[in-house]
């Protein structure tokens, strides 16, 4: 992996919102961060198959699977969101409704082994991508959803968007915390 540390997101780098998920992070080598975090997603979820749990822990929650399938599609659309503005593209990019995305990915139709994969494969190719940025690339800016955003800032929000929805299925679906 490449030594640069990009540093971490200011406030003006990403709309109030994502704070949710920049905040989770707390080390400055996000690369490290991206890397660790298939190891410990994937544990987490090995949990859950083993226990079998595949329902929503409560009523209109999505199901196991359902997270796993969201973890990917919102990884590939922060990871596409990145590479445009990473290659300095300033085209506007639309948001995406993350419940619609649910049903038409008709993920507990799919295996937990299969959606795994998914995850470390298109982790991996977003590591492969940030790996390979300069210092200008990741400091670069784009507009989505109507909102400026920064590729570094893009990188810390799929970290914590990950630890957030592994928090979540480790508290209320598995019972680990």
């Known amino acids: 992996m490449s030594n640069l540390i990009v540093g ?18 707390a080390d400055d080598d996000i690369l490290a961060v991206l890397e660790k975090q298939i190891s410990e997603t994937l544990a987490t979820i090995n949990i859950a198959e083993e226990k079998n749990i595949t329902k929503p822990y409560a009523p209109d929650k999505w199901s196991v699977k359902q997270l796993i399938g969201h973890l990917n599609d919102t990884e590939r659309v922060m990871s ?27 993920f507990d139709e799919r295996s937990f082994s299969d959606l795994k994969t998914e995850f470390e494969c298109i982790r991996r190719s977003t590591l492969s991508l940030f790996k ?34 592994m928090d979540i299925l480790a508290t209320r679906y598995l019972n680990l915390k």
């Open 8 to 25: 971490r997101p200011q406030p003006t780098e990403h709309a109030p919102y994502y704070s949710l998920y920049i905040d989770r992070i």
């Open 80 to 106: 596409y969101r990145a590479l445009r503005f990473a290659r300095n593209d300033k085209t506007a990019l639309s948001g995406f409704e993350q419940d619609d995305f649910i049903p038409t990915g008709r």
């Open 132 to 165: 390979h940025l300069d210092k200008e690339a990741w400091l670069r800016t784009g507009l989505a959803n109507n909102n400026e955003i920064s590729v570094r800032a893009l990188a810390y929000i799929m970290a914590g968007h990950v630890g957030h929805h």
